[in-house]
């Protein structure tokens, strides 16, 4: 089964030849840019897009193929955009400098892997609070929450996809 990973939405159409702005995380920026097929999540399901063309002066805009007038392009607003996991570039294949900051986004589906304690599970989601971004893992068939701060963080293998972590004693418990 393959992988998809959101990397940002469609939102409304602009003018009426089926342009659509979109919305792009940063972290997959240069990802969409270089893409060549695009995958929408319509009613739960990644449906594949031929990209005809992309606009990133001012507001970000997406064209794509067969999707010719407003109506269309209506119809798929507000869809999440998917790329497959392979279709993702290597950290050290980019070229296109973001922040130095680590982005978090990037690390669903890797492996949280404590260094006292071992693999403790998959983020599934990683979810933005005010104070900090959340990871959510499923451990001991509970879903618990684990801090992503870059002081926790030992390092971050993206070839084995995984998170080594030096996690506070008893967070597990929470």
Do not use: C
Request: aromatic share 6%; proline share 5%.
């Amino acid at each position: 089964m393959k992988e998809y990973i959101q990397i940002g939405k469609t939102k409304k159409p602009f003018g009426l030849t089926g342009e659509l702005k979109v919305d792009i995380e940063e972290a997959f920026l240069e990802d969409f840019l270089l893409a060549k097929i695009l995958f929408l999540r319509i009613k739960g399901k990644p449906v594949p897009y031929f990209v005809e063309g992309i606009q990133v002066k001012g507001m970000p805009l997406l064209k794509l193929e067969d999707v010719d007038n407003k109506e269309t392009a209506v119809k798929i607003g507000g869809s999440d955009i998917l790329l497959r996991e392979e279709d993702i570039i290597p950290e050290e294949q980019r070229q296109l400098e973001v922040e130095e900051t680590i982005e978090f986004a990037r690390l669903k589906g890797f492996m949280i892997q404590d260094l006292n304690l071992g693999p403790i599970g998959k983020i599934e989601a990683i979810e933005e609070f005010p104070q900090q971004e959340m990871a959510i893992v499923s451990y001991k068939e509970k879903e618990i929450m684990i801090p992503l701060n870059e002081r926790l963080i030992e390092e971050i293998d993206y070839e084995q996809r995984i998170v080594k972590m030096d996690l506070p004693e008893g967070i597990l418990k929470l």
